[in-house]
């Protein structure tokens, strides 16, 4: 038997509904704010999904968190055909321990921006992973910086029960935040 499309609504109110009840154990804003911060920079690898129209893409990469920004230098691939139509990405980072009771990853919602590489930011980027902008320029192929914006952030962490929160937080993150 199929799902009908209140099967799907009932299914995406799940967590927008658990959220709002009153028993909810929230974490205090800038705790969690903390908490994303110190999840994002203690990793390394997250799975970036971008899309467009029936076109769907999610790549494993490198990153590095700065300036409540996700940094990502890649070569290129098929993630830029969803890029160019729609800058809404969604990264996904997470440990690899599957032992029970030890979840933890967090999934990123945001906007992806392509930075120029004549933008200091880019060269700022290149030195935070000890490599030289100027020799950037001498690849023989571009080297392109996504920087990831978040928008809003689900934390996963079945630790956090044990500081009295429910193991998944949410954080809304306003656009241009310094941290996120």
């Known amino acids: 038997m199929g799902m009908t499309h209140e099967d799907f609504a009932r299914a995406q109110a ?3 509904e658990r959220d709002a009840s009153p028993d909810a154990k929230r974490m205090p804003p800038d705790e969690l704010r903390g908490a994303v911060e110190a999840f994002a920079r203690s990793h390394r690898v997250g799975a970036l999904a971008t899309g467009a129209g029936d076109f769907v893409r999610c790549t494993p990469l490198e990153y590095d968190f700065a300036q409540g920004a996700f940094w990502i230098f890649t070569e290129g691939g098929l993630k830029f055909r969803g890029l160019e139509a729609n ?4 990264l996904a980072v997470f440990d690899t321990d599957l032992a029970t009771g030890s979840l933890a990853g967090m999934q990123v919602s945001g906007v992806a921006r392509v930075v120029d590489p004549d933008d200091a930011a880019y060269a700022a980027a290149a030195r935070r992973k000890g490599l030289d902008p100027e020799a950037l320029r001498g690849l023989p192929m571009r080297l392109h910086l996504l920087r990831v914006e978040p928008r809003s952030v689900d934390l996963l962490d079945a630790s956090l029960r044990a500081q009295g929160y429910d193991a ?3 954080l809304e993150v ?3 935040a ?3």
Not at 87 to 90: D, E
């Open 14 to 16: 799940y967590w927008v």
């Open 87 to 90: 800058p809404n990405v969604c």
């Open 168 to 170: 998944r937080q949410h």
């Open 174 to 176: 306003a656009a241009g």
């Open 178 to 180: 310094p941290d996120a």
